[in-house]
């Protein structure tokens, strides 16, 4: 039986997108996957693992409520396989609890059917998380920038609050970047911040978006500000990045992308590159026509009159400028034959 975890650092302050925990604790992920599905969920088999010892002297969490208030959530998706933890602090003790998890999983199998334990860590990992654990119970991978488990592919600590960074290509050297996801619980300082990089507020409801201007990659001033943005006000976000459009090789867009690569804050879907044959499809036709703001919904609706197709007919009808071009615009709906 093969477990594959993966070890994400989300943020350097956990009370960015947790606001019970403090502030200058980091907020680590980890996500488990099993290669086949044990007939019941993570959750409910860890669950009664932290049961086992309940009414007992000890200072390990009793319950999931228990385990919250310690700084750990239990997030799963809708594959029974995959979860998350979400770990505020501490991860050292949280892989010892998780360690002594795999070990009562195994008592409980037959001689035959031993864990096998894959632990990969992402490069954004500045602490030693191993050194209580048994190396011949584990086989640990040197840390990478790409991981068997993408970042974007786990459940979200809370709904939506992971915000997205779409940087929307409009040629070989054009661009705009999109912000959104749950930004309305940031305080006006942090708004004031995105205002002074030229990003603006488009939309404000259940979900924030702000954009940029279109802007130019092979200047160099531009491309100063976008790292400067990305390094000192969206730092202390969980972002995940997507690119949108069509992105040519070496071009000036190209080069800017594959720096931003580079940054151990972005993690990048891996389900959105686009190789230039699969861009040259209609939007029905390619294999990720989500919608560029939501991310939920597919793509449906037309900018007018620039023309420009990126959002579904929800996000798109409140806005008064596309979010591409920055034209002032009318949104229809559009159906594909």
Known sequence: MSITIAIYKVTRCAADLWATRDLYEPLWQVQIEEARSLGSTTRFRFENFLERDKGKEC????????????????????????????????????????????????????????????????????????ADLEPWRYVFHSPAPTLPLNYAGAPPIFGTRVAKLTLMSSGVRHFALVLSGGLQEFGQPFRQRLQSFGLRRVREDTTSVWASETMDAACPITQGRVFNLLETVLNCLALRARVAGRIHHSTPLFALVASLRELRSLHFADDIVREENVSRKRPAEREDNSCHICASRDINAAFIPCGHVLACFSCAAPLLRCPLCRRGTKAYRIFHA
Do not use: K
């Open 59 to 130: 200072e390990i969490p009793t319950s999931l409520a228990d385990l919250v208030a310690a700084g750990i959530r239990l997030v799963v998706g809708t594959d029974s396989r995959r979860s998350a933890f979400y770990v505020a602090g501490d991860l050292a003790n949280f892989m010892c609890l998780l360690d002594e998890w795999l070990r009562y999983e195994e008592a409980r199998r037959p001689p035959t059917a031993q864990l096998e334990v894959h632990v990969h860590a992402h490069t954004s990992m500045d602490v030693d998380a191993y």
